[in-house]
């Protein structure tokens, strides 16, 4: 692939858009190819957590840009068509990174304005650097944000302010990305991968389908009534039983053992 690169450290694989010469702006190539990496994660049942970020510039700054949006470039002769076949595009490949059944951290460094703000948003947890930058700057080019910005940033960070980013087109800093919980932390720009590595094994350490399940109880429950959510985590609350995890973990936990008991355990869908 020539704009993502996919490496896999156990059970944590490492998905990098690497796109250097437009700050990993996204173009149709970029998406086809993130798409296929999915494909591939998908199909490998020793992977447990994915973390998702940005390859370095031309000049080797690995803190310049996460993705600094979608490709302009690409975008500016689109049809009326072909703009909503791109932006559908986009909110294809989103919302699978979305569904995934595995967690996926993001691990922001630098820019991350338009699509990549949106590509952020569709992960499960965020982490930046302290010189992270986001925004959805599309209104000042003429386009509403393309790729799930108008529906996810209001669920992030609530209604009012996804406005405010959206009609203004205003960048924000990290740490105001921290404090209206647009990201869960923020780390110096040399710590932040090690710090996603750090919680991508923790995750991994625990049971996979007992993750999985709470993974799809949150995200199906979300925009259920909670009388409808409460069934759903019912359901999957009962199919981690009688599971190799679920006797693995309670066994070694009655043997009073509780450094055993966060061994990691061979997956095992049954």
Same mark, same amino acid.
């Given at each position: 692939?020539?704009?993502?690169?996919?490496?896999?450290?156990?059970?944590?694989?490492?998905?990098?858009?690497?796109?250097?010469?437009?700050?990993?702006?996204?173009?149709?190539?970029?998406?086809?190819?993130?798409?296929?990496?999915?494909?591939?994660?998908?199909?490998?049942?020793?992977?447990?957590?994915?973390?998702?970020?940005?390859?370095?510039?031309?000049?080797?700054?690995?803190?310049?840009?996460?993705?600094? %949006?979608?490709?302009?470039?690409?975008?500016?002769?689109?049809?009326?068509?072909?703009?909503?076949?791109?932006?559908?595009?986009?909110?294809?490949?989103?919302?699978?990174?979305?569904?995934?059944?595995?967690?996926?951290?993001?691990?922001?460094?630098?820019?991350?304005?338009?699509?990549?703000?949106?590509?952020?948003?569709?992960?499960?947890?965020?982490?930046?650097?302290?010189?992270?930058?986001? %925004?959805?700057?599309?209104?000042?080019?003429?386009?509403?944000?393309?790729?799930?910005?108008?529906?996810?940033?209001?669920?992030?960070?609530?209604?009012?302010?996804?406005?405010?980013?959206?009609?203004?087109?205003?960048?924000?800093?990290?740490?105001?990305?921290?404090?209206?919980?647009?990201?869960?932390?923020?780390?110096?720009?040399?710590?932040?991968?090690?710090?996603?590595?750090?919680?991508?094994?923790?995750?991994?350490?625990?049971?996979?389908?007992?993750?999985?399940?709470?993974?799809?109880?949150?995200?199906?429950?979300?925009?259920?009534?909670?009388?409808?959510?409460?069934?759903?985590?019912?359901?999957?609350? %009962?199919?981690?039983?009688?599971?190799?995890?679920?006797?693995?973990?309670?066994?070694?936990?009655?043997?009073?053992?509780?450094?055993?008991?966060?061994?990691?355990?061979?997956?095992?869908?049954?």
């Amino acid at each position: 692939m020539n704009n993502v690169t996919l490496e896999i450290e156990g059970a944590i694989a490492v998905l990098t858009i690497t796109r250097p010469a437009a700050l990993n702006a996204l173009n149709s190539e970029t998406l086809d190819e993130i798409n296929a990496s999915l494909t591939e994660i998908e199909s490998n049942a020793d992977i447990r957590v994915v973390i998702l970020t940005g390859g370095p510039d031309k000049k080797g700054n690995a803190f310049k840009s996460f993705v600094a %949006g979608a490709d302009i470039g690409e975008m500016s002769t689109l049809t009326k068509a072909e703009g909503e076949a791109f932006g559908k595009k986009g909110n294809d490949v989103f919302r699978r990174i979305e569904t995934l059944p595995v967690p996926v951290i993001c691990a922001i460094n630098g820019f991350a304005l338009g699509g990549g703000c949106e590509i952020a948003m569709s992960c499960d947890i965020r982490i930046c650097s302290d010189n992270a930058v986001f %925004g959805q700057p599309e209104v000042g080019l003429g386009i509403t944000p393309g790729f799930g910005g108008t529906q996810r940033l209001a669920r992030v960070v609530g209604v009012g302010k996804a406005k405010e980013m959206i009609y203004s087109a205003r960048n924000i800093k990290a740490d105001e990305a921290y404090r209206i919980g647009l990201v869960n932390n923020v780390y110096p720009a040399e710590e932040l991968m090690p710090a996603a590595k750090k919680l991508a094994s923790i995750i991994a350490a625990n049971a996979p389908i007992a993750v999985r399940a709470c993974k799809k109880a949150i995200n199906d429950g979300l925009d259920a009534k909670m009388d409808d959510a409460i069934v759903i985590e019912e359901k999957l609350f %009962g199919s981690c039983f009688e599971t190799e995890d679920q006797k693995a973990g309670m066994g070694n936990f009655l043997e009073k053992d509780p450094e055993k008991k966060l061994k990691v355990v061979p997956f095992q869908n049954k």
